[in-house]
């Protein structure tokens, strides 16, 4: 019996010193993911900003992702459009509301989702793999001894480039959506582009714009900081690139799935609807 129990201790002394080293390495992850934000904010501050490095990752981040948000907006507006379309004329024998529903579920929710998702897959993943190859390979050591800040050089212009970026891109994805939908309408029910804008804009306000708007800035500090994180943090050649990569992209997923509703629930609460 003392030889079960004393096994038994010894079982729960290393499963609680397991999830403390979990909570350890959680804790310092957001940690050294503060301090570079700390330190990236300082050089933008400070004016320390390359504007062609910038320039080159604003083409990246919002032209080319210009096409897939932009289809992935298009084609969720039409099915939505006709999901509400036709759902409305089975329960009131026409389609009602289609345009209000359409401009509440893209611009305060889904329109900010998935532009955020579409970016995380391409740009946050591009992010990790690139200063993640950097630092495997030496390469952000080498800027040390040249006499340049990593931070600066490579963060910088990132962070400025996804903060402009996501928000434009969300709005697009806004309107493109709405196209869609409007297609829809027009074309599977007797209802005109002027009655569904209508419907549209009559139950929107600044404050509705505004709702999505301020999501998309903060998610898309969540998409460049986890991405720089990782990348920064990466170790083990190759295989330890795809782990940072996988491991970034899953990270931000949880995270603007995560802290959406806590934003809906702060902006609800002030108003911002």
């Known amino acids: 019996?003392?030889?079960?129990?004393?096994?038994?201790?010894?079982?729960e002394i290393g499963f609680f010193a397991h999830l403390l080293s979990i909570a350890y390495s959680v804790l310092e992850g957001i940690g050294e993911a503060a301090r570079m934000?700390?330190?990236?904010?300082f050089w933008i501050f400070r004016g320390k900003i390359s504007i062609s490095n910038t320039v080159s990752q604003m083409v990246e981040m919002g032209w080319r992702s210009l096409p897939i948000v932009a289809l992935t907006s298009f084609s969720t507006g039409m099915v939505i459009?006709?999901?509400?379309?036709?759902a409305t004329t089975n329960m009131f024998n026409e389609p009602i509301f289609v345009g209000m529903i359409m401009g509440f579920s893209l611009v305060l929710e889904l329109g900010p989702i998935l532009t955020a998702v579409v970016v995380t897959g391409r740009v946050g993943a591009a992010i990790t793999a690139e200063i993640g190859t950097m630092k495997?390979?030496?390469q952000i050591d080498a800027l040390y001894t040249l006499g340049t800040n990593p931070v600066k050089y490579l963060a910088v212009p990132r962070f400025l480039a996804c903060l402009?970026?996501?928000?434009?891109?969300?709005?697009?994805a806004n309107i493109v959506g709405m196209y869609g939908g409007l297609i829809v309408t027009t074309s599977s029910w007797d209802v005109t582009a002027a009655q569904f804008m209508r419907d549209a804009l009559d139950i929107m306000t600044v404050k509705t714009f505004f709702h999505g708007f301020i999501k998309s800035i903060f998610f898309s500090l969540?998409?460049?900081?986890?991405?720089?994180?990782?990348?920064?943090?990466?170790?083990?050649?190759?295989?330890g690139v795809g782990k940072a990569t996988t491991s970034s992209v899953m990270l931000s997923l949880v995270l603007i799935l995560?802290?959406?509703?806590f934003l809906s629930s702060l902006l609800v609460s002030l108003r911002i609807k």
């Open 81 to 86: 459009a006709l999901q509400v379309g036709t």
């Open 37 to 41: 934000s700390v330190e990236t904010f």
């Open 164 to 172: 402009t970026m996501l928000p434009l891109l969300t709005v697009i």
């Open 222 to 239: 969540i998409i460049v900081i986890t991405a720089c994180h990782k990348g920064f943090n990466a170790k083990g050649g190759a295989e």
């Open 1 to 11: 019996m003392s030889i079960n129990k004393t096994a038994n201790i010894s079982n």
């Open 258 to 261: 995560v802290s959406d509703y």
């Open 136 to 138: 495997v390979t030496e």
